[in-house]
């Protein structure tokens, strides 16, 4: 190891130098991103067992074993936090559904692929889905979320435009209407966040082809 004399006397450690800082500074920033990852989590959870309104900052700086201030070193309001949910949700589900459709396969295909990935979403975005069903109209009337109800909307005509697409194929009824169709779909994904189990007879990719089963080939048999 390579030493400086200072006027002291002492050797010094060049690592402590500017490229010492730096690595410091590098540490410290990483340190601070995971634990702004673990609030999340933490308030993630309580959001969708108690509800985003009814949850306070308190509750989310206990949970974490933190003062409430030391909370607003990484957040300036649950609004952020939350925030943050939703908006890491609808960037990955939208890129997703792009990435399908872009594949430009027949519209049943589509589908499929919409509907996989929706229920792919159950697990590892269960706060997200749960917060959406619970506050979506207490949040979207707020400024800072009215990207919810743009991308909600641009979700919306992805799977309509397929839909019609496959009406006009012949590979779908041309009596249903794709929009109602589209709504039902969505809800019946959503709500299935509040009984699904991770670790169940089903994963969520098996309970995506259930639903294919019975979307696409009734119950009936014949």
């Not at 506050?135 to 839909?163: C, H, P, Q």
């Amino acid at each position: 190891m390579t030493t400086t004399s200072t006027n002291s006397g002492r050797p010094k450690n060049r690592a402590t130098g500017e490229g010492g800082a730096r690595r410091r500074g590098k540490g410290s920033a990483a340190l601070a991103s995971e634990r702004r990852e673990h609030l999340v989590k933490l308030a993630a959870e309580l959001f969708a067992e108690k509800g985003f309104q009814a949850t306070t900052v308190r509750n989310i700086a206990e949970e974490a074993g933190i003062l409430s201030g030391s909370l607003y070193h990484h957040f300036d309001s649950k609004e952020s936090i939350v925030d943050e949910i939703l908006a890491g949700f609808f960037q990955e589900i939208m890129s997703a559904y792009r990435s399908v459709i872009d594949e430009g396969n027949d519209p049943r295909t589509t589908i499929a692929g919409l509907v996989r990935i929706a229920f792919g979403t159950l697990e590892p975005h269960r706060a997200a889905i749960t917060v959406m069903q619970n506050d979506w109209n207490y949040l979207k009337g707020m400024e800072r979320f009215a990207y919810l109800t743009k991308s909600e909307d641009e979700v919306e005509k992805m799977w309509v435009d397929t839909i019609k697409a496959g009406q006009r194929d012949g590979l779908f009824r041309a009596d249903i209407d794709p929009k109602l169709t589209y709504r039902m779909i969505r809800d019946t994904v959503w709500v299935a966040v509040r009984w699904f189990k991770p670790g169940g007879r089903l994963n969520a990719q098996g309970l995506a082809e259930h639903y294919l089963k019975v979307m696409f080939d009734g119950i009936n048999t014949h």
